[in-house]
């Protein structure tokens, strides 16, 4: 429909329009040229028939006949078209003299005067004498109303015509549009998909259209198919575009990872394409060149080069680039700000799947300060050379120099008055200076006044003892000399040359000075060294000292329960000593040298129905007073009580009749007695043995907890020995009013230090135990967490405050009044734990305190 | 055989061999009773008031799961000043025991390990002040 609506606005309605205009045009125009034409055509006309009534009245004037002129003029008047026909008679001082007007209803003057409402020919005559003129006039309504009445039927033509053409123009827009809205219609299904929409052929009739509809349907059908045909590919494409689509995300990546490495390396990358034309560069190159991405892309990288740089190296990698070859090359370059520096580039052809070439990567490393180095060790090695050379010239010039020295001394030599050192002749023989130069003389004063022993003392020159050809110095008026002396003339004459050293020697002196406070400088270091590292040996000392100690003063804190769980069994072995003796001799021996032998036998029997029972003091006075019951038949409550006690005792809670007969002998108290004797001689051995390995375990638990070895090998322990061993030596504390519950398994093996472990395990007992005011339930328990173990000791004492919870580790904190801690129990615990690679960390509620300790399974320093 | 004797520790091996000692010497005319901790043996105190048995002396350890010997003390001297309390300890310091002997808390005491003869005199001389 849109496609109709708009044939009919942009063909139909503007077509119309054009008609229509056309037709007013011509409706507009035409009837003034027609009235033109006509006004033009009737005034020739009236001008003939003036002409001619004219003559007419000429003739009949002639003739005098006015009745034909009378005629005439009707006659005229009855044309169609006149309007007004009239006959003017003129006298000779032009005055009308007769006039005759058809119709009457006007006259002359109006009509020739009223030339909008009528055209008029006018002639004028002269017959006989008589002066006339005839006009005629038509009416210019008549004859407009004429050209109408003839433009009438034009334009009905002519309307009937635009009427017809527009009525075409209509149905041959339906024509053409419909089946264009139903190819659009049909167009627009297919574009949605629907394939199936057929074209109901009773639309058209033109066989053109039908063509065009044949052609759609086979278009249609056409694609219907290959719609079909794509399905069965889309498949095929849509696999084939997962495998494409995860190799190109692969690709991206390895991309993104490769860009990753251009961007954060800090070599310069560049890449451009083919044409040499920069696509990209990375940050490094940036900051290498001085000029920015934007001012790089599309420059090629001749934008780098130097006007040093090396053209046949240049010219080189251009060649290598044509031939896609990759390149390695070191070359100067020039960065914006003028700055050159040296790159080791390698460029490398890229190309993409195809094997296209598509431009050249580009790594560039700033070689600079190598490339100057190298440069500069070439100038240096150049300026060697010449110094070499330099050297040898002046080696040359020296040798010369110390040629003519040598010519200028024995010339000197030759002539020491010259010299300006001392020089000096001794005539030994004749104890005399033989011979002074005025350099002597300048120094020593006139030598010929001093005797030659004095001057000797000046020299330091031992005349019996000549050492010739040796340099001495001495001193002289603060002056240092260098004397060389010489023995000539057989020994008789010494000539001595001295050499002023002082400036030499003062120099040496400050030299050595200084040599010496550095050496100085240099012990005391050492010295301050071997202090440093004594004093950090001491330190480290000091430091394990401290671990000791405060491992001695928890010891010292449990000492004293420690010498009760030791005077404990202790009491109970020396008492069962000093039973035992007293049980044998008078219990034993003395009952059974007073003893008949029946009764010595009723007395053995009796002892071997006892049974050693374990029973405690509560059970014990209930089978004491069911035995008194028992023993019922007994008068004496006294010697009831004690039988009833004996049987117990004994272990002979229910007394058979052979029991209760040995009662009733006369001398039961006897028989019981030695009987009870053997028992309680018995008990006492058990109770040393089982004493002494009571003690025995106490004392060895101290040992190990006391022998405690700050630098021992770590080894294998069983965690829950390791523990039970501190429990047993706190357990004189832990009796008072807690309890505590050992739930490692038996089978948990560390790798560690199993005697600093046993001073943690003590000093969070102890804590615990002191927070708590002896009163607290503490639990030990194990899990295994990734690698660890972990032990959690809990108790229920006080909450530990939270402001000091932070702080409970640290060195010297304690809560504990003065004196009774050294507040390093917990920083040591902790470093105990550390240094076998494990944790520890405390939390703390109202309910609960928990300290979490980990040690590492596989320990390893 | 209306008097009493009381032996009060943890430690059952210390109370057999005391009974060894105490049946000795005073089997014969004393009751002896024994007991493991504070309860069992205000408990046995009880029992021989209502007994009608006159409790003399008690010989406690100090030391003592549950309540300590001060709590039996405290507890006899309340009872009966006249009660004599021994006290058989393995820790008690010298020192502080003295100053609780003057404070009459308590009214002897005996270390461990001791010896039968120095016990047994305590006893007796305990006995005999009570009787005084």
Not at chain 1, 282 to 292: I, P, R, V
Not at chain 1, 334 to 348: F, M, P, T
Not at chain 1, 607 to 630: A, K, N, P, V
Not at chain 1, 682 to 698: C, D, W
């Amino acid at each position: 429909m849109r496609l109709r609506s708009s044939i009919f606005t942009q063909v139909w309605l503007p077509y119309s329009i054009i008609i229509v205009l056309l037709i007013g045009i011509l409706a507009f125009y035409y009837p003034n040229k027609q009235r033109q034409i006509l006004s033009e055509y009737k005034r020739n006309e009236i001008n003939q028939l003036a002409s001619t009534l004219s003559n007419s009245v000429e003739l009949s004037l002639a003739k005098d006949d006015f009745g034909s002129l009378q005629s005439t003029m009707q006659m005229v008047s009855k044309t169609d078209q006149l309007s007004v026909v009239g006959l003017l008679l003129i006298d000779g001082n032009n005055k009308t003299v007769s006039e005759v007007v058809i119709p009457d209803t006007v006259n002359y003057n109006q009509v020739i005067a009223d030339t909008l409402r009528y055209l008029t020919s006018e002639k004028s005559f002269s017959v006989n004498g008589v002066n006339g003129r005839v006009f005629i006039s038509i009416s210019k309504a008549k004859m407009n109303a004429d050209v109408s009445n003839i433009n009438r039927p034009i334009f009905l033509f002519l309307t009937l015509i635009a009427a017809v053409i527009m009525i075409l123009v209509y149905f041959l827009a339906n024509m053409i549009s419909n089946p264009i809205t139903r190819v659009q219609e049909f167009a627009e299904s297919l574009s949605k998909g629907n394939y199936n929409v057929k074209i109901a052929k009773d639309y058209y009739q033109a066989k053109e259209l039908d063509q065009l509809q044949i052609s759609l349907y086979i278009l249609a059908e056409t694609l219907d198919f290959q719609r079909n045909e794509n399905e069965k590919l889309t498949h095929g494409l849509e696999e084939e575009l997962k495998i494409r689509s995860e190799k190109l995300l692969q690709a991206m990546d390895e991309l993104n990872k490769l860009s990753l490495v251009a961007k954060k390396t800090s070599n310069a990358v560049i890449i451009t394409d083919q044409d040499k034309k920069i696509q990209w560069v990375n940050q490094s190159a940036e900051d290498l060149t001085g000029y920015s991405l934007e001012e790089l892309i599309g420059k090629t990288p001749g934008i780098f080069q130097s006007p040093k740089s090396n053209q046949a190296e240049i010219a080189r990698i251009g060649h290598l680039l044509r031939l896609k070859e990759p390149v390695w090359a070191e070359l100067l370059n020039q960065a914006k700000d003028g700055r050159e520096y040296w790159v080791s580039l390698n460029i490398v052809p890229m190309k993409n799947d195809f094997g296209e070439h598509t431009g050249f990567l580009a790594v560039e490393t700033d070689v600079t300060e190598r490339k100057n180095l190298e440069l500069q060790r070439e100038v240096y090695v150049k300026q060697l050379e010449e110094s070499r050379a330099e050297i040898n010239a002046i080696n040359a010039g020296l040798e010369q120099m110390v040629e003519e020295k040598t010519k200028h001394i024995s010339s000197l030599a030759l002539f020491p008055e010259q010299n300006p050192n001392p020089v000096f002749e001794l005539q030994l023989d004749e104890s005399m200076v033989r011979y002074f130069n005025p350099a002597a003389g300048a120094t020593f004063g006139d030598l010929t006044t001093i005797s030659l022993q004095a001057f000797c003392q000046i020299l330091q020159l031992d005349l019996l003892n000549i050492q010739v050809n040796e340099r001495v110095e001495f001193e002289y008026n603060g002056l240092v000399f260098e004397r060389n002396i010489f023995l000539l003339e057989n020994g008789k004459v010494l000539r001595g040359y001295l050499h002023n050293i002082t400036l030499r020697k003062q120099n040496e002196k400050e030299l050595s000075k200084l040599i010496d406070q550095l050496r100085t400088a240099e012990q005391d270091l050492t010295v301050k060294t071997v202090e440093l590292e004594r004093s950090l040996e001491e330190l480290k000392i000091a430091q394990s000292e401290i671990i000791s100690k405060e491992r001695l003063s928890t010891l010292g804190m449990l000492i004293a329960g420690i010498a009760h769980e030791i005077n404990t069994p202790l009491g109970s072995i020396k008492a069962s000593g000093e039973n035992m003796k007293h049980l044998f001799n008078d219990g034993i021996m003395t009952l059974i040298a007073n003893m008949k032998m029946e009764d010595l036998k009723l007395s053995i029997q009796l002892y071997q129905q006892t049974q050693m029972l374990h029973l405690s003091t509560s059970e014990e006075r209930e089978y004491l007073q069911r035995m008194m019951e028992r023993l019922a038949m007994i008068d004496d409550v006294a010697m009831k009580r004690r039988f009833a006690r004996s049987l117990v005792q004994m272990g002979i809670l229910t007394p058979n009749p052979e029991v209760i007969s040995v009662i009733s002998q006369p001398n039961a108290q006897e028989i019981l007695q030695l009987s009870l004797n053997f028992v309680l001689i018995q008990r006492s051995i058990n109770t040393t043995t089982a004493s002494s390995e009571q003690g025995s375990k106490v004392v060895k638990a101290l040992n190990s907890f006391a022998h405690g070895n700050l630098n021992a090998q770590k080894s294998h322990f069983n965690l829950r020995e390791n523990i039970e061993t501190v429990l047993t030596i706190m357990w004189n504390k832990i009796k008072q009013g807690s309890h505590v519950v050992n739930n490692i398994p038996d089978d948990v093996n560390c790798f560690g230090l199993p005697d600093e472990m046993s001073q943690v395990w003590t000093n969070l007992v102890n804590n615990a135990l002191q927070a708590a005011n002896n009163k607290c339930n503490i639990s030990f328990e194990y899990h295994q967490i990734q690698g660890n173990h972990v032990i959690e000791i809990s108790n229920n004492g006080p909450q530990i405050p939270e402001d000091i919870i932070d702080k409970i580790f640290e060195p010297f904190f304690t809560t504990k009044a003065r004196g009774e801690g050294t507040g390093l129990g917990l920083n040591i615990v902790r470093k105990i734990i550390e240094k076998q690679g494990g944790t520890i960390s405390c939390l703390s509620d109202t309910h609960l305190t928990k300290f979490t300790v980990t040690l590492p399974i596989k320990f390893e320093e | 055989m209306n008097t009493a004797i009381l032996a009060v520790d943890d430690d059952i091996m210390v109370l057999n061999s005391l009974r060894i000692q105490l049946e000795r010497k005073f089997g014969n005319d004393y009751v002896l009773e024994f007991a493991q901790n504070v309860e069992e043996a205000i408990g046995v105190i009880q029992d021989l008031k209502s007994d009608l048995i006159d409790l003399i002396v008690i010989i406690s350890d100090w030391i003592m799961p549950g309540k300590n010997g001060d709590a039996l003390a405290q507890y006899v001297k309340q009872l009966n000043p006249a009660i004599k309390v021994v006290v058989l300890s393995g820790q008690l310091q010298e020192a502080v025991a003295l100053q609780m002997i003057e404070s009459k808390e308590i009214d002897s005491i005996v270390s461990k390990p001791w010896s039968e003869d120095h016990l047994i005199g305590i006893i007796e001389q305990a006995i005999i002040s009570k009787h005084l």
